[in-house]
């Protein structure tokens, strides 16, 4: 009996030994793809930068970091330019023309016809260097968002890796009320308005049903409709508790729009994952976010745009005079965000023409150089959940590399002159020749 046992376990000690030296055959004798020799290469964790270095890829993943290549393997020379890895924006809205600020541009194109301008837009973010993307909900029941989504990892099209979140959760006039017509013109009823508690878990349920992998909250009124107070709460924390447990429970996270003070702390205080611009953030809800681990995702630089756009792009003028009221409360509330050392992820929340604007806001706004490439990278791996394939550039994680001109340490707005861009070991810009 004894023997036996001794016998079965040396025979699985065997397997496994066996195993390892298979495995360890297989990686290290790939023969890499391609090397891609960097001039400077930032290691976003440690904020180290590595000066010479080749980084080998085999097929879509990246196999190790050498000071030299191995013989016979095609370079790409980028030994002119700072590498980092593929950018993150954790706060797009990929649907519909980008230029279109009127608040019934949605309502006079079809999903079919949003869904053509989301492919185009999408290679606006890949040129910019941006290889993985977060959506943060639109307002088409037929989630053409999610099908873009989907397109991108069959391959029928390209564009950055995406999670996305569904519909805009939202109360009747509140801020993801697309309807702002004249009560007796009104649309049929939307299926993204939850006015109860019960209300939100059957629009959460809807989300998830049709493959949302985030659900979008409308914490607060906003800034970009023509309707909803800012400053004011709108779902209430019960509603916003019912949706954390519905998606949690389905292993699905929530993202909520909160820019008034009261909106943001009734929504760390129902669990949610994270604040969406936090623009009235005030010293309590700071703490909360803290205590709480919730991440922030400031998109700074959207506000900013405003002021330069202004009516040109068929904004309302009463939407513009809310974002030129709220400009005054973002310094303030980022730098609590930052005495708070809350997780902060960079999101743009606008046309993806300016999606690499925020790293000078952010900057601007009082975050480190290296903090906001770590918002850019690192952290939204994390807050993606998507940490062990993206983020950083190292041995196992996807070939998501991106160079640009000069040092973004010293100075981050570098980071608008992307001239390399590599998706999964596949090269879709290579400006720099
Ligand atoms: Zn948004």
New binding site residues.
Partial sequence: MKTHWFRGWMGMLALFAFSALWLQGQQGSAVPTVAIRAGRLIDVRTGKVAVDQYILVTKDRIQSIASSPPPGVAVIDLSRYTVVPGLIDS?A?VLGNPKDQSSTGSLRMSSAQQAIWGVRNLQVWLDHGFTALRE??EDDPAYAQLALRDSIEQGLIQGPRMVSAGQFVSLTGGHGDADVLAPDAGLLPRPNIADTVDDVERVVRRDIKFGADWIKLMGTGGVMDPISDYRVQELSQEQMARAVEVAHRAGKKVMV?AEGTEGIKAAVRAGVDSI?HGTMLDEEGAKLMEEHGTWLVPTLYCFQHDMETGLSQGRDAVSLAKGVAILKEQGPAFHRALEHHLKIAYGV?DDPDVVSKEFGALVRGGMTPIDALRAATINGAELTGRSGDIGTLEPGKFADIVAVEGDPLTDITVMEKVVFVMKGGEVIKNAGK
Avoid: K, L, V
């Fill in positions: 706060h809205h943060a909900g729009h969406e929340d």
